[in-house]
């Protein structure tokens, strides 16, 4: 158990949609967090985001001026322990999936209770990855294609798609058939933690591949030449 409690981790709610946002940022204050912030676009969340200092920023993906997935890599990018929470209809999934490629570390729908809304992002707020079925089953598939299509061949330094340990895949594999990290500890017998940590793991490979990507980009197209 951490010892942050709820009234210290500084939230930031970003949707486009007011009574949305605002029911949301209703029940984390009344949960006990520290509301610090609201936005309603994503040139709004930049600004308001970079004032406030959240320690937590719950996302929509869907927002007009800027899309969530720009905000979560501007964000993240200037202070990398911002944890960001997306909240997203099921539609957006190859958008969350980018989103977690730039940093984000959780994934709720907007369907989720209260209950679980306020426990993600105190799960959020120490690290911990909120990982649903959904999300867990698109990491997966990634993988997979990432280890399929290695990319061009442009010698001995290029740099290879990430690869996952045998446990990392069978923990995957068991969050996308919904189970519980209590759950998978006990099937594995191993700790909680440990399971968390093969999630967290997961999630940094292919940030990671994602950064490298981004830089290679920027190498071949002559954009490091300043």
Not at 30 to 57: H, I, N
Not at 166 to 181: I, N, P
């Amino acid at each position: 158990m951490s010892e942050q409690h709820e009234g210290s981790i500084k939230v930031m709610v970003v949707d486009d949609h007011p009574m949305w946002r605002d029911a949301v940022a209703r029940d984390l204050a009344e949960a006990g967090f520290d509301v610090v912030a609201t936005a309603g676009d994503g040139e709004q969340a930049v600004r308001r985001a970079q004032a406030a200092a959240p320690d937590v920023l719950v996302l929509d993906l869907n927002l007009p001026a800027k899309p969530g997935v720009q905000v979560c890599k501007e964000l993240v990018g200037a202070n990398p322990a911002l944890r960001v929470l997306v909240l997203s209809a099921s539609g957006e999934h190859a958008d969350v999936l980018e989103a977690v490629k730039s940093g984000a570390t959780g994934y709720l729908l907007k369907s989720a209770s209260t209950a679980e809304l306020t426990d993600a992002v105190r799960r959020t707020a120490v690290g911990d990855p909120v990982f649903t079925p959904g999300l867990a089953g698109l990491v997966l598939g990634e993988y997979r294609r990432l280890a399929s299509d290695p990319g061009p061949a442009t010698g001995g330094d290029e740099p290879r798609a990430p690869q996952l340990t045998d446990r990392e895949t069978e923990v995957l594999r068991l969050v996308a058939k919904g189970l519980s990290y209590k759950q998978i500890a006990e099937r594995l017998v191993i700790s909680h933690r440990t399971v968390q940590n093969h999630v967290q793991n997961t999630l940094g490979k292919l940030q990671l591949h994602n950064r490298v990507e981004l830089v290679r980009y920027a190498i071949e197209r002559g954009l490091d030449d300043a």
